[in-house]
């Protein structure tokens, strides 16, 4: 059955304090992971889509990396506008087009 | 370009009632998902709309249902409704290709089921 498991559910950072965000996934076949970001009480905010082990995407202080089993989101000297949970989705290379999403993580970032 | 779009943004009913939200995708995206959200659950499929054709559907009870249209504005029903249908509904629309098929979220329709 395809997964996807994210670590840690809630993270706290003092603002500069650089940090990684865990999704791990099993799927039979990968046709992309996807990162979104969600404040509450909205829809997720696309940010970043891998396709194959050992992509790399930036926008300006994260940078998502995937590997054949997990992917990292790392946030480099965070300001407390990053605060929001970072959700982590897998879409599997097959006829159905449905994201399956991790639980997220709860990012603070506090000043 | 304008983002995916839904109405109504709140919604309160009462159980047994019925309810239609609606979707308006960035233009020029043919293909329409719908996930719902709850604290418990976190987001889950529940189907989607490629050229007004239901491609593929989530593990949801027959209450739940939709439609797209020929502008590739989508609908989705739900009748009969329970207090375990209160959740965040979100719409999410993307220009597929053979190899892509990146959804974009709308702010989503808050429904209440009292």
């Known amino acids: 059955e395809d997964q996807v498991t994210q670590s840690p559910e809630a993270l706290r950072l003092q603002e500069g304090e650089s940090s990684s965000l865990n999704c791990s996934y099993t799927?039979?076949?990968?046709?992309?992971l996807f990162w979104y970001r969600q404040d509450p009480g909205k829809g997720p905010e696309f940010l970043f889509t891998?396709?194959?082990a050992g992509e790399e995407k930036e926008k300006e202080r994260l940078k998502a990396t995937l590997t054949k089993k997990e992917s990292f989101l790392h946030i480099t000297a965070p300001k407390p506008e990053d605060s929001a949970t970072y959700l982590c989705?897998?879409?599997?290379?097959?006829?159905?087009?449905?994201?399956?999403f991790g639980s997220g993580t709860r990012l603070l970032v506090r000043p | 370009k304008a983002g995916v779009t839904q109405t109504p943004r709140y919604l309160i009913k009462t159980r047994g009632q019925q309810v239609t939200l609606s979707c308006s995708p960035i233009?020029?995206?043919?293909?329409v998902s719908w996930y719902q959200q709850t604290p418990g659950q976190g987001l889950q499929f529940l189907f989607e709309?490629?050229?007004?054709?239901?491609?593929n559907k989530g593990n949801f009870p027959g209450r739940f249902s939709g439609r797209q249209f020929s502008n590739s504005r989508s609908e989705m029903n739900v009748s009969t409704l329970e207090l375990g249908d209160s959740a965040l509904y979100l719409c999410?629309?993307?220009?597929?290709?053979?190899?892509?098929?990146?959804?974009?979220f709308g702010p989503g329709t808050r429904l209440t089921v009292l």
């Open positions: 799927v039979s076949g990968l046709r992309g």
């Open positions: 891998l396709y194959s």
């Open positions: 233009s020029g995206h043919r293909s």
């Open positions: 709309y490629f050229s007004e054709t239901q491609r």
């Open positions: 989705a897998v879409q599997a290379a097959d006829s159905s087009y449905k994201l399956i």
């Open positions: 999410a629309s993307s220009h597929r290709t053979a190899s892509t098929d990146t959804q974009y």
